[in-house]
């Protein structure tokens, strides 16, 4: 199963990549493709990365370019990057850092077509009225990548249990965000979020997890694999 981690800048794709990785070697095969060509540590030893191909360090400076115009120019190049075929039960892809450029200019439809899903991390420490945004973001990258998706928050061992209650709560049922409070016309827009959301989707599930503790891997495991065998009924 080909698997596509995705998520904003620091949201934990790499540190997600090796723990759910090492997690998942207990009873299956697993590779790791690294995608992120401005990476520079990385936590884990990819057996395919990008790096090996260009990087954006290189085209910065063959192209006196600045990190964004290079960013767009490495995103042209995913796009001419062919990697194997692997057998193995899990092909764990680790996406760049900078989400739009890969998802919104065409840089991951190589590999979206490849994957069976995506997973979406959302760093739980942020802002609590970004949420509703970053819902709608989740929902913008799964139109754009068109394969089904598997959310999870994130960086659980930095919040506390209740705040991780809470976000849990208000991500699986939208008509929640209609409780952030909030004076402004943002209460308007939550309600009006939160009223779409629930005519084009059922509320799903949105499990708090920790790329570092480990905690909430088995629920990821299980969304995944429920989210895949719903995908082969529908095939
Ligand atoms: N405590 C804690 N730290 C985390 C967790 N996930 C990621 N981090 C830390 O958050 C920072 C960013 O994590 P990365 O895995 O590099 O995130 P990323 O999404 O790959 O980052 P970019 O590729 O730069 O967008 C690192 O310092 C990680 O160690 C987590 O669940 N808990
Ligand atoms: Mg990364």
């Known amino acids: 199963m080909n698997v596509l981690v995705v998520g904003p800048a620091g949201s934990g794709k790499s540190l997600f990549t090796r723990e759910f990785g090492r997690y998942l070697m207990d009873d299956f095969s697993v590779v790791r493709v690294n995608l992120d060509s401005g990476v520079g540590y990385l936590p884990y030893r990819p057996d395919f990365d990008v ?10 400076s063959e192209k006196d370019l600045g990190p964004n115009g290079a960013t ?5 190049r995913l796009k001419e990057l062919d990697i194997p075929n692997f057998s193995e039960d899990f092909v764990l892809m680790d996406t760049p850092g900078q989400l739009e450029p890969f998802v919104f200019r065409g ?4 590999f979206a077509d490849m994957a069976d899903l995506t997973v979406y991390l959302v760093d739980s420490t942020g802002p609590v009225e970004t949420f509703p945004s970053q819902y709608l973001y989740s929902l913008a990258s799964q139109y754009s990548l068109n394969t089904p998706m598997v959310r999870a928050l994130n960086k659980l061992d930095l919040i506390d249990r209740e705040r991780a209650k809470e976000l849990e709560e208000m991500m699986m049922d939208p008509r929640m965000f209609a409780n952030l409070e909030d004076v402004s ?6 309600m009006d979020i939160a009223n779409l959301l629930m005519q084009m ?3 799903s599930r949105f499990p708090a997890i920790s790329a570092k503790t480990r905690e909430g891997f088995e629920d990821v495991l299980t969304y995944i694999l429920e989210t895949l065998s719903r995908k082969r009924i529908w095939n």
């Open 185 to 190: 016309m943002r209460s308007q827009m939550n």
């Open 107 to 110: 840089g991951a439809s190589a």
């Open 51 to 60: 790096r090996e191909y260009f990087s954006l360090e290189e085209i910065m």
């Open 201 to 203: 989707y059922s509320p």
């Open 72 to 76: 767009l120019e490495a995103v042209d």
